[in-house]
């Protein structure tokens, strides 16, 4: 059995709290600094994020993933990141272990009569991310534009502090105005309703972009993280969920923002239970044609960079097809 790790739990609440001593914010943001150093995941608990938001998205991730697969189909967009995507019925199961997944790709905030409107990068890529998806459910909808509001606020107070740890004193990042958000609701089926053969949950990767947010369920622990000992070796280590935290993990961007002093770690998921899980990935991620530089406060005097500045449009663009295997249509041979 995988040993467990024990991540920080960190209270956000003086972060929030706009009567709370500088000593007590001080001492948030130095605990969130070490363990983005030591780990590049850590528990966040009074995040600020309403428990009712945080239920009503719940509450719509489980009703869409009970719908019949007929239905769930319709939110395909074969061969694109977009969209609904069933893994456990697709034939190169070595790409991606079995799970379902619901893909949110912006824009999500304009729509008339169901459908978004408007242009951005996604739409500029759309033979990567699929065209705009139309969610005709009202309530699915609604629920997940609060709750990407709710989060990409929370992103933004989050990197600014982190920013501020890093010795920055102002926030004004033009890398980060109009941030690139995916929401990932993820589903893992119970192992005996799928084929023995391959093991359900979600392979081995790193995020792309600066701050992930992850819901998941409590009643079941399958998430697995890659922690580093003194040696520098890697080991997998299970993270047990926490009621009422949301678990924040570092992308791939903040390594050269951070000048290499923050990790992005590996993590999968490794579901063979009896019972189901869900989780809601949310990627609070910079502009997408943004170059992110590296922080000038952590570069020591005369000294350059250790990490060539990167796009992180290009990057995710490079990284995506790896990562999602991306579902051809059932009839096609993949
Ligand atoms: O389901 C989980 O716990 C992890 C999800 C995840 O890593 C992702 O969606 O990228």
Redesign the pocket.
């Known amino acids: 059995m995988t040993a467990s790790v024990s991540l920080p739990i960190i209270d956000f609440q003086p972060m929030l709290d706009a009567d709370a001593d500088a000593a007590a914010r001080k001492a948030v943001a130095q605990q969130i600094d070490a363990a983005c150093r030591q780990y590049g995941f850590f528990y966040l608990v009074h995040h600020g994020i309403p428990a009712e938001l945080q239920e009503a998205m719940r509450k719509q991730a489980t009703q869409f993933f009970n719908r019949s697969p007929e239905e769930k189909v319709q939110y395909s967009k074969y061969g694109t990141v977009r969209g609904y995507h069933n893994y456990t019925n697709q034939a190169k199961l070595d790409e991606n272990l079995q799970?379902e997944?619901l893909a949110i790709v912006q824009p999500l905030g304009h729509h008339r009569n169901g459908r978004p409107i408007g242009d951005d990068a996604s739409t500029a890529n759309a033979d990567v991310f699929g065209p705009l998806m139309e969610i005709a459910d009202r309530a699915l909808r609604t629920t997940i534009e609060q709750y990407r509001a709710a989060i990409m606020q929370l992103g933004r107070h989050m990197l600014a502090v982190i920013a501020g740890e890093l010795g920055a004193t102002e926030f004004d990042f033009e890398w980060l105005r109009d941030p690139f958000c995916t929401i990932?609701m993820?589903y893992?089926p119970t192992c005996e309703a799928v084929d023995r053969a391959h093991e359900v949950g979600?392979k081995a990767?790193t995020?792309v972009g600066m701050l992930?947010f992850?819901d998941?369920d409590t009643h079941v622990t399958?998430?697995q993280i890659q922690v580093e000992d003194a040696n520098g070796d890697s080991t997998w280590r299970t993270?047990e969920p926490v009621p009422g935290s949301l678990?924040v993990?570092l992308g791939d961007m903040m390594v050269p923002w951070s000048n290499g002093q923050y990790r992005s770690a590996m993590?999968?998921?490794i579901h063979p239970h009896k019972t189901n899980?869900?989780?809601i990935?949310t990627?609070f991620d910079p502009r997408f044609d943004a170059m992110v530089p590296t922080l000038k406060e952590t570069m020591p005097a005369g000294e350059a960079p250790r990490y060539p500045p990167g796009c992180y449009g290009d990057t995710v663009l490079g990284k995506i097809k790896d990562?999602y295997a991306l579902s051809a249509k059932p009839d096609a041979t993949v």
């Open positions: 799970h997944v990932r993820n893992y979600l990767h995020d992930t992850l998941q399958s998430l993270v678990i993990n993590h999968r998921v899980r869900h989780s990935a990627f990562f």
